[in-house]
């Protein structure tokens, strides 16, 4: 961000869409601890902060009367630990354009924080409205896209508004730099070999990263529920493990294009299967290709972790996106577990490691192993997106 600040009024879309319980407390901050070091930057320097985000879904869980539920999605939830984060005075817009945006927008002091009101309180917003985007744009002087997790929704606030501001008016924040940064990694140019760990529960979410990644990628690692539609695909005996029949062709094909780009692909060659889908149901280990009809692969099996950790640990760049099996049951999180521990001895080593995607982010953070990767993407969706090689509408507005 090479940009001056002093006396500027700066718009900084952030991603302060946290999690909070029935009380309204906020169970996990790590959002608003990412947004930190862009906000700091613009009040160290000079400028004011005036801070936008979406909260949940309000237009689609309104009150039986047709109305927005605005105690439940109002971003004041957050302002209160904000400000003990950034030890300042953080002052709150009841509106996100309107008359109360305006006056405290005005009002505000270089040094001083405001956020506004819930960005998808407004129709506009995930319409990607111009006159939304210039009642916005009115209130600053600069505006700053921090908001990786939302930069793949080509919305009011992380796109359209950017058309008002010209370069170097707009810009990253530190956050957004970084994730792209880290992606490029993986995306352009790789430290070789690379191998890409991927599993979580269907194929058909997946498809387009899997098409790219057999060209990126050295060694494609399978696992997870969608493991068993290419072991389908193969011929084997999944009994009632998930498969989806409709993308058993599809998973032809990719297995095809493997050999045809000459990239590695493991699959696990054993599971532990189970009588049914629950912590206590009766286990076993079996072969992949052989389980019996009554019963579901729900992690992977001893054999096909050392399979995968030979992979890994042998590899100078590493992408990981989807656990291995049903890790949030204790009865089948090792495959994950072992991936995640794999994963950080390698780092250890020397590789570069990406751990991007919901769930293994989720599985990285419970084993307490964040901090021995080298990234852990804040951005689900969008990083997803990045690593499928499409355009981001968030980073398109930006960098023009
Ligand atoms: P995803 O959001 O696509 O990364 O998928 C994550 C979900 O996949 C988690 O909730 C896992 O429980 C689920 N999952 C992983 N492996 C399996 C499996 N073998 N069978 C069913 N679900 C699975």
Request: glycine fraction near 8%.
């Amino acid at each position: 961000m090479n940009i001056d600040f002093k006396d500027k009024k700066v718009l900084i879309r952030v991603d302060f869409n946290v999690p909070l319980n029935d009380a309204y407390q906020i169970t996990d901050d790590t959002r608003i601890l990412a947004a930190l070091p862009t906000i700091k930057h613009v009040l160290d320097q000079g400028g004011a902060a005036i801070l936008m985000s979406h909260l949940g879904r309000p237009m689609k869980k309104m009150k039986p009367d047709g109305s927005i539920n605005r105690e439940r999605f109002t971003l004041q939830h957050i302002v209160g630990h904000l400000s003990n984060k950034l030890n300042t005075t953080v002052f709150f817009s009841p509106d996100t354009v309107g008359k109360n945006a305006l006056l405290l927008a005005n009002e505000l002091k270089a040094g001083e924080v405001l956020v506004l009101e819930n960005t998808r309180f407004e129709v506009g917003e995930k319409k990607g409205d111009r006159d939304l985007a210039r009642r916005l744009a009115a209130l600053a002087d600069i505006y700053i896209n921090d908001a990786f997790g939302t930069a793949h929704r080509a919305h009011t606030s992380t796109t359209t508004v950017a058309d008002f501001f010209s370069p170097p008016n707009r810009a990253f924040g530190f956050l957004m730099e970084n994730e792209l940064k880290n992606a490029n990694k993986i995306l352009n140019n790789p430290s070789r070999p690379l191998t890409a760990i991927i599993g979580g529960a269907k194929v058909s979410d997946k498809i387009l990263l899997l098409e790219k990644l057999m060209d990126l990628a050295d060694t494609l690692v399978i696992g997870g529920g969608m493991a068993y539609t290419f072991i389908r695909a193969q011929g084997g005996k999944t009994g009632k493990s998930l498969v989806e029949e409709d993308k058993i062709d599809l998973a032809k094909q990719l297995l095809k294009k493997a050999e045809a780009t000459n990239t590695k692909l493991l699959l696990p060659q054993d599971s532990v299967v189970a009588d049914a889908f629950k912590e206590d149901a009766n286990t076993s280990i079996v072969s992949s290709y052989e389980i019996a009809d009554e019963w579901m692969g729900l992690d992977i099996g001893p054999q096909a972790r050392s399979a995968f950790a030979d992979a890994i640990a042998t590899s100078s760049t590493i992408l990981w996106n989807g656990p291995m099996g049903v890790f949030e049951m204790s009865a089948f999180s090792q495959g994950t577990k072992h991936i995640a521990q794999t994963v950080a001895s390698a780092t250890a080593n020397g590789a570069f490691s990406l751990v991007g995607g919901g769930d293994s982010v989720a599985a990285v953070k419970q084993m307490k192993l964040a901090d021995q990767v080298s990234y852990v993407s804040t951005g689900g969706g969008a990083m997803l997106e990045l690593l499928e090689g499409k355009t981001l509408p968030g980073i398109a507005a930006i960098s023009g």
